[in-house]
């Protein structure tokens, strides 16, 4: 029986949920694997055991049972953020000769950032709103993004993850506090247009018999936007399917398709996008989307009648 180690964790302000998601995937995964939780953290990493916790050994990928030296065999990274999402433990892994499930370290660290994700994405046709890019919180004077972007606008970190750091801005004396805000997470920033419209997420993954989309859902947030509070402590409607024509949901599966393409993504992907006008514009890419009891994925696989064990069975078997 092979030994999959789950790396989850990490060194963002999303290491609580990555936890989270961590053990809805080892409360599910198939039974023909072992799977153990390898906690990453700035000061060490630890493997869980029933016992407690136990060093892994970075350089031999292995750690100390009962005695006896156990190797993993598979790596299956869920840290949401840095030094997963990002790709960098992929490229340890791939260094290592370690097989992995994951998109590798390329795709992930590119999809990681919202700027050059996008930007890469809209070469080939993707829709996506215009936007500022800020390598330092004095490199674009904020009147210009004003006069370029108008108000509302949205100033998200590009280099981090998807939950912390963003803001709606609504007034011009708010953006000053919005770009703080997020340098304090990332170390670049993007300021994006306002899209009226409604927002939806698309899952998708590779199965057996090809790319598979899941049934869309529609974001209604309490809040001025999907932020932290609305995707984890319940203030936002998550509807599934969403509440959109079949030929809107289908122009957004053709669209999810053909970024997951584009990017070599592998596994489960998570494809947000605003639809104005009947029209799909590419939000953001996320590779390692959250899996916690609250997640959105699986709610989806749930409306497609797929349970998460059967999920993960496939995902094994598919991507190795």
Not at 23 to 48: C, G, L, M, R
Not at 137 to 151: H, K, M, S, Y
Request: with cysteine.
């Amino acid at each position: 029986m092979k030994t999959v180690g789950l790396f989850c964790g990490g060194f963002s302000s999303e290491f609580d949920i990555s936890m989270k998601s961590a053990q809805t995937i080892v409360d599910n995964f198939p039974s023909t694997y072992t799977i153990v939780k390898i906690e990453v953290t700035k000061a060490a990493w630890f493997v869980h055991l029933p016992e407690g916790k136990v060093p892994f050994n970075m350089e031999t990928l292995s750690f100390s049972d009962a005695g006896s030296e156990t190797k993993i065999d598979i790596g299956l990274i869920y840290i949401h953020g840095n030094p997963g999402e990002n790709g960098k433990i992929q490229a340890y892994l791939d260094m290592k000769g370690l097989p992995y499930v994951n998109s590798g370290a390329l795709a992930s660290e590119l999809s990681f950032d919202k700027w050059y994700c996008n930007q890469f994405l809209s070469k080939f046709g993707v829709r996506i709103a215009e936007s500022v890019f800020m390598t330092s919180r004095t490199a674009v004077d904020e009147a210009t993004i004003i006069a370029q972007l108008g108000l509302p606008c949205f100033v998200k970190p590009s280099d981090s993850g998807s939950s912390y750091g963003i803001s709606r801005v609504n007034t011009a004396d708010a953006l000053g506090a919005a770009l703080d805000k997020a340098f304090a997470e990332g170390g670049t920033v993007i300021v994006e247009a306002f899209l009226d419209g409604t927002e939806v997420t698309c899952g998708i993954y590779r199965r057996h018999s090809g790319l598979h989309a899941l049934p869309l859902t529609e974001i209604a947030s309490d809040n001025d936007f999907f932020d932290y509070e609305a995707k984890y402590l319940g203030q936002s409607q998550e509807i599934t399917p969403a509440r959109i024509e079949d030929t809107v949901r289908d122009q957004v599966w053709e669209v999810a398709r053909k970024c997951y393409q584009l990017l070599q993504l592998k596994s489960i992907a998570r494809i947000d996008f605003m639809i104005v006008n009947n029209v799909p514009y590419l939000i953001e890419v996320n590779t390692t989307p959250g899996f916690s009891a609250a997640s959105i994925v699986p709610q989806m696989l749930a409306a497609d009648g797929i349970s998460i064990h059967d999920f993960w069975k496939e995902i094994m078997e598919v991507e190795l």
